[in-house]
């Protein structure tokens, strides 16, 4: 059974930095695109970033430059770091994983999501 838990949420001042991690259990897939997304309140969810199992990165507009996507394959871990953060950016930050033979995909995201994680609260206050 896949399972992605994120933790690393929090609260923080516009300009400041968070750090999301996501642990991966069960997953085995050798080709496949992880990635973060977003909702916030009121609005639909939304790319932010991904990764692909080559190490091909996608952005959403909004988040180049700032946000980092990076994954340690000897922890099994997915991890997104947040620098400059705007209010904007508040929002629920979900962690997902594609099935096999998937790819990134313009935007933040990838061609396909399978696996989901319960998400984690990024608050930013100005």
């Known amino acids: 059974q896949v399972q992605l838990v994120e933790s690393g949420g929090g609260s923080v001042q516009a300009g400041g930095s968070l750090r999301l991690s996501c642990v991966v259990s069960?997953?085995?897939?050798?080709?496949?695109?992880m990635g973060w997304f977003r909702q916030a309140p009121g609005k639909s969810r939304e790319g932010g970033a991904a990764?692909?199992?080559?190490?091909?990165?996608t952005y959403d507009d909004s988040v180049k430059g700032r946000f980092t996507i990076s994954q340690d394959n000897a922890k099994n871990t997915l991890n997104l770091q947040m620098n400059s953060l705007k209010r904007e950016d508040t929002a629920m930050y979900y962690c997902?994983?594609?099935?096999?033979?998937?790819?990134?995909?313009?935007?933040?995201?990838?061609?396909?999501?399978?696996?989901w994680g319960q998400g984690t609260q990024v608050s930013v206050s100005s």
């Open positions: 069960g997953y085995k897939n050798s080709h496949y695109c």
């Open positions: 990764i692909d199992n080559y190490g091909r990165t």
């Open positions: 997902a994983a594609s099935s096999w033979g998937q790819t990134v995909a313009p935007g933040g995201g990838c061609t396909e999501t399978r696996y």
